[in-house]
């Protein structure tokens, strides 16, 4: 069983930036696709960004586009959101997923249903 650890969460000023990091707590893994999503309290945990294996392709949700950006580190086996200029409403917990199943349609990596490991997630909160 893969397990993900996140690192890098923390309380951030509007406009700064954070970075988060993934990485499998043991050997190495080599999922289809990469996620990051994000829970807010009292909402429904939703998509970030996904980075997908084969050509290394991102998407990211509409409220990000611009401001984060998703990437993988294939020597260090590690998965990473930067992300700028931030919001209070960025405000949630952050998880880390990977994908074990491939999918022809790399839509399918938008939703949390494509996703077979998870990380325990990690706290981001912006001060306004």
């Known amino acids: 069983q893969v397990q993900l650890v996140e690192s890098g969460g923390g309380l951030v000023q509007a406009g700064g930036s954070l970075r988060l990091s993934c990485t499998p707590s043991?050997?190495?893994?080599?999922?289809?696709?990469w996620g990051w999503f994000r829970q807010a309290p009292g909402k429904e945990r939703k998509f970030v960004a996904t980075i997908w294996w084969r050509d290394g392709s991102t998407y990211y949700t509409d409220s990000v586009k611009g401001r984060f950006t998703i990437s993988k580190d294939n020597a260090k086996n590690t998965v990473n959101l930067q992300m700028n200029s931030m919001k209070p409403e960025d405000t949630a917990v952050y998880y880390c997923a990977a994908a074990g199943t491939y999918y022809t349609g790399t839509y399918k990596y938008l939703g949390a249903s494509a996703y077979d490991y998870w990380g325990q997630g990690t706290q981001v909160t912006v001060s306004s």
């Open positions: 043991r050997g190495t893994f080599s999922p289809y696709a």
